[in-house]
Every structure is written in C-alpha cells, then in structure tokens.
C-alpha cells in the first residue's frame, strides 16, 4: 500500500487577492459597526450613571424611614453633583452639605468622568443635597415643613436620562428622546412647597 502524497500544485490557500478582499470586506463590517458600539456604549454610560443616583436617592428615602431620622444625599464636594455623591445620616451641624466626622456614612458614589455631565435643577439652591425626613418625605435644611424637589439630568453626547423627584419625595428615571412628561423641572423662587404633616 503507497502513501498518499499531497499534491503541491492543488494546495489550498488564499491568493494576495482574495486575502486584500477578505480584509476589505472585514474593515467595511468594522467601519458600519463602530458607531453604533459607541452610541449602545454611551446609552449603557448614561443609564448607568442615572441607575446608580436613582438607587442613592431610593436608599436615602428607605434609610430615613427605617431609622425614623433625618438622612441626607449630598454632592461628595457640597457644591457640585458631578463630584460624585454620598448618603450619611446627619449627627450635627444642619447647615453643612458634606459628611463630617460625627456623621453615619451609609453610601458612597465615586465622581462621574466628564465627558458625562450631570445637571441639577432643585426648588432648594443652598446646596448640592436632597434631605428625607422619617415619614420619607424631604424637607430643606432650614424647616422639616417645607419639601424639596427638582431634576437631574444625565447627559452625554445628545444621550440623556432624568431623575424627577415629586412632592412626595419619589423618584423616578425617564428618557426625554422617547417620554413627553419627562422634562427637566423648571423651579421657580416662588415655588410653594411647604406643607403640614
């Protein structure tokens, strides 16, 4: 029985031609691809960033209840939401926008990379933070009767996501491409948002 040997002149394999072809056709695929990567990338950016403030200001408002005291989610900087954020419960000095040394820290969210920008618009302008009293409801710093409220909104590269938070002190998290009601809130100075419990 003889071996059988391979025939050198019938090889398989790709010529130079058909390679730069194949490599065309690859670069093509690529090209068509890579916006729509970069957009899917930047909505799953954005989502994220406004999931995890969502989260930060259902966790005050849940922390606040089961502990029946004052809990606070402030900018990490006291000035500006893009320094990131934290949820601390209070123990002194009701006029101060960040955590101090006699204060509970609960959660901490590290600074949002610019190009990712986040704006606030809250009915309370002394400062970057939201406050929920016991019952879950927010107030200001400067009464317990008087409720805070406004938006946030997450933007990047015409991608955005808002989190509106009511009267009521819920919040919620919407797309302004593809909901109508979801606007940034326009807050006035004469706003009325006090109320008696």
Not at 40 to 58: I, M
Not at 134 to 150: K, M
Request: hydrophobic share 40%.
């Amino acid at each position: 029985m003889s071996a059988i040997k391979p025939d050198i002149n019938g090889a398989a394999g790709l010529t130079l031609v058909e390679l730069l072809i194949v490599l065309s056709i690859v670069a093509l695929l690529l090209a068509a691809g890579v916006p729509s990567f970069r957009h899917y990338l930047q909505t799953q950016q954005v989502n994220n960033a406004a999931g995890d403030f969502l989260f930060a200001l259902n966790l005050a408002r849940s922390e606040a209840m089961r502990r029946g005291t004052r809990v606070d989610l402030a900018a990490r900087d006291g000035n500006d939401w893009q320094s990131g954020w934290q949820v601390f419960v209070r123990q002194s000095g009701a006029d101060k926008y960040t955590v101090g040394s006699d204060d509970e820290l609960i959660h901490s969210h590290a600074p949002l990379k610019l190009p990712l920008k986040l704006v606030a618009r809250l009915s309370d302008r002394s400062g970057a933070y939201i406050a929920y009293n016991a019952s879950g409801r927010t107030r200001t710093n400067v009464s317990t009767l008087t409720r805070q409220w406004g938006s946030w909104q997450f933007s990047l590269n015409g991608q955005a996501r808002l989190i509106r938070l009511t009267l009521a002190g819920r919040a919620r998290m919407c797309n302004p491409a593809t909901d109508n009601s979801c606007q940034f809130a326009e807050v006035t100075e004469t706003d009325d948002t006090s109320y008696t419990e």
